[in-house]
């Protein structure tokens, strides 16, 4: 009897394609009576594959008894909850490493597009108004001052290709770095000192609403907020507040604290860029991903090591 785990989001075809080959796959965002679904199967499932952005809600997670991994398609853990998998014995993994250039391709590509008013341009093109007149002056993107929160593998590939664009780096973080870019000792700090305020750093209870009224304040008038991590680190409406009141000139946002849905009244300003959560999301990527949640599943039940544990 093949091995059952349940499948919580859709994933790359090939990569359904290959957990087929190996397991029974129970699609759980399909099911029609998912209580129902649970109740004749729960006792069954050993593996959980989900993305990082859902992870493994806690209620589903303590319906799962024969739970002995759970493969994140992903490198954010913020939605699993490791001290319980710990003390269950539950394994976990993500897929750290291989999606950070393209994390920081995508911060890099949110930072020149707000800056310098792409997608406003785009419309402003498509919409016939350039007959009309040009659009109002962008901002300059090189020789200005980033500050980036979280100084981990992603915050320091978004320094490195910032380098190409002379800005003066500095970052916060809440480990300490081995690094010569300049260290700032809290996100207010950096935010003062900033052009622009990248966050890059994970989702945990410490980092929940960093970005807050007095940290956009610190970022200031000409300021430019650009959020790749996870939507929980910005309070969402003291952002909007900020942006509203023109106390930050900004925002560029792949991820949002309710996503998919998001909120009306930051689309409708005009400062603000929207994608979304894509910065993983190319084909190179995607399939890198893909080989790691196998990797990863297969040498848990194969008994071997993981590749990439959490726990
Ligand atoms: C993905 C992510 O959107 O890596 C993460 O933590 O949030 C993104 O790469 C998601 O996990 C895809 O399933």
Known sequence: ?????????????????????????????????????????????RGVVTGGHLGLPTDLAARLPALEIVAINGVGFDKVDLAEARRRGV?????????????????????????????????HVRAGRWLEGDLPLGSKVSRRRYGIFGFGRIGQAIARRLAGFDAEIGYASRSPVDTPVRAFPDIAALAAWSDVLVIAASASPETRNVVDAAVLEALGPRGLLVNVARGSLVDEPALIAALEAGRIAGAALD?????????NQLLALPGVVVTPHMASATHETRQAMADLVLANLDAHFAGREMPSALV
């Open 1 to 45: 009897m093949a091995t059952e785990i349940l499948q919580l989001c859709p994933l790359m075809p090939s990569l359904e394609a290959a957990l087929a080959e190996r397991f029974t796959v129970h699609r759980f965002f399909e099911a029609d009576d998912p209580e129902a679904f649970l109740d004749g199967n729960a006792g069954r499932l």
């Open 91 to 123: 394994r976990v993994s993500n897929t750290p490493d291989v999606l950070t250039e393209d994390v920081a391709d995508l911060a890099i590509g949110l930072i020149v597009s707000a800056l310098r008013q792409i997608p406003q341009g785009d419309a």
């Open 255 to 263: 991820v949002f604290a309710d996503e998919p849905r998001v909120p």
